[in-house]
């Protein structure tokens, strides 16, 4: 078996630690696993590798270990998990990450005020954001972004069409409370960087409050985006965490 030691490095396994172990059928470079141990403030990220069957994930804090670590993961087309896992130092579990299937859902959209990302070739990318995480996990100043989906293309005339997993049926994601959206993202097709937030114009029933759209089963045939370049995308909240009103720009919430 073909573990990653998350920190730590391939070769070795820590004297504390908690395995993931990944199902046959899902792309281990394409797991999404956000954790944070007992006693941390931030936490960390796995970084994904190709032809990895589990990820270990050093639970050490000094010489021994954690009492204990929650996690958020995530695989495409698998319903998000979450894992809240008691340690001690007798002990090195291992969890299963079970991939709950789930179906997809289209999301059309036409980009206006092209103007904003000159000369920049242009892909479409959907990110979940789980708000939900944030007090799930215990930290204050970071909310959880899940890149979903593949990213798409813009035809010539600024279209795009993306499928992202049905979080309707999610059980976590689909939750009454359990807030939550999806936005979209222009990024720059060489970098890779986000550049631009997409923002439905006008106030559509599918628009939440910070310009993404609400977790449905199915969206209109097509949606209007503004692209709100950055920094402008990042600063459409004021800092109490109330929308900004009284301008007819989209990219003013």
Request: hydrophobic fraction near 40%; proline fraction near 8%; charged fraction near 20%.
């Amino acid at each position: 078996m073909l573990v990653l030691t998350a920190g730590v490095g391939s070769s070795q396994l820590p004297a504390h630690y908690i395995a993931i172990d990944l199902p046959p059928d899902v792309r281990s470079e394409s797991v999404f696993i956000r954790y944070i141990l007992a006693g941390e403030e931030i936490g960390g990220w796995v970084q994904p590798h190709p032809g990895v069957s589990a990820y270990v994930i050093s639970t050490a804090r000094g010489d021994a270990a954690a009492s204990g670590i929650k996690a958020v993961l995530y695989a495409p087309d698998c319903a998000i998990q979450t894992l809240d896992v008691t340690l001690s130092n007798s002990n090195n579990p291992r969890v299963a990450f079970l991939c709950q299937p789930l179906g997809s859902v289209g999301i059309a959209g036409k980009i206006v005020q092209r103007g904003r990302m000159p000369g920049r070739e242009i892909k479409v990318q959907a990110k979940y954001i789980a708000r939900w995480a944030q007090p799930f996990l215990g930290v204050r100043d970071v909310v959880l972004s899940i890149p979903v989906g593949d990213a798409a293309l813009l035809d010539t005339d600024d279209h795009f069409r993306i499928s992202v997993p049905d979080l309707a049926r999610d059980p976590l994601a689909g939750a009454p409370n359990h807030p939550g959206e999806i936005q979209l993202w222009a990024r720059d097709k060489i970098s890779e960087d986000d550049i631009a937030q997409l923002i439905p114009v006008g106030s559509p029933s599918i628009k939440t409050r910070m310009g993404g759209l609400k977790i449905q089963s199915a969206y209109p045939p097509e949606t209007t985006l503004a692209a709100c370049a950055l920094p402008g995308a990042l600063v459409l909240i004021h800092r109490d965490g109330f929308a900004i009103r009284g301008s007819d720009d989209p990219c003013v919430q």
